[in-house]
């Protein structure tokens, strides 16, 4: 079946340093959403992409999706002890359904 | 307003109990979702309501009922669960209107459940 395979599993930085995760698709994606999940906490939404190519920004945060809508990746500009969680990529796949990768972990070390 | 509330919670139930998670949306939205989700894993699709009427059930154990008793509010009753079956409960709702998945989905908190 289709699948979001989403790299690395886990990541621990020095605060300060960058950071970035990385999903990829067997299939094309209609769009691709990413959620942060804190430490007991909830996925809350962070983007949205639908277009091919597509670039966004949020602050320290960079959301590509590839020109084929197989991939996506988070980019983290000097990270914070406030971005510790896993990030999870979910795409909107040819089943209708929403596909979510397995997540990166990131912990920063102050 | 963008919040989904769960209750409860926390949870903890043998496995003879009948329990019943709720969970509620004031945002108008026509989709609303359970997932289930163990640790260190992603949240796992188990139903999905489109304007109140269940449109996906991903194969989920008769144990799990859910039902939408209106718009704004989705429940899913327990009953006879195992062990496994601990896990963080999650609901989530979206605008839905044109197809259930298109939308950003806003998860509520979750209720934790533990299955004794």
């Known amino acids: 079946g289709q699948q979001v395979m989403q790299i690395p599993q886990y990541q621990h930085v020095q605060e300060g340093e960058d950071f970035t995760t990385y999903c990829n698709s067997s299939?094309?994606?209609?769009?691709i959403q990413w959620y942060k999940q804190r430490p007991g906490g909830h996925p809350v939404f962070l983007i949205q992409?639908?277009?091919?190519?597509e670039v966004k920004k949020q602050k320290r945060l960079t959301f590509q999706f590839g020109e084929a809508k197989k991939n996506s990746s988070l980019h983290i500009t000097a990270t914070q002890t406030t971005d510790v969680g896993t990030y999870f990529c979910a795409g909107l796949g040819n089943t209708g359904k929403l596909i979510f990768g397995q997540g990166t972990t990131l912990q920063v070390k102050p | 307003d963008t919040e989904v509330t769960q209750t409860p919670k926390h949870l903890v139930m043998g496995m003879t109990n009948k329990k019943s998670l709720k969970c509620e949306q004031h945002m108008g939205h026509r989709a609303m979702y359970w997932y289930k989700q163990k640790a260190k894993k992603p949240p796992e699709l188990m139903f999905v309501?489109?304007?109140?009427?269940?449109?996906i059930n991903e194969s989920v154990p008769s144990r799990f009922s859910p039902e939408c008793p209106n718009s704004s509010l989705l429940n899913l009753h327990l009953h006879a669960l195992q062990p496994e079956d601990s896990a963080l409960y999650l609901c989530?709702?979206?605008?839905?209107?044109?197809?259930?998945?298109?939308?950003?989905?806003?998860f509520g908190p979750g209720t934790r459940l533990t299955v004794l």
């Open positions: 299939t094309t994606l209609s769009n």
């Open positions: 989530a709702s979206s605008q839905g209107e044109v197809s259930e998945f298109t939308d950003t989905q806003y």
């Open positions: 309501y489109s304007y109140e009427k269940l449109s």
């Open positions: 992409l639908v277009k091919s190519g």
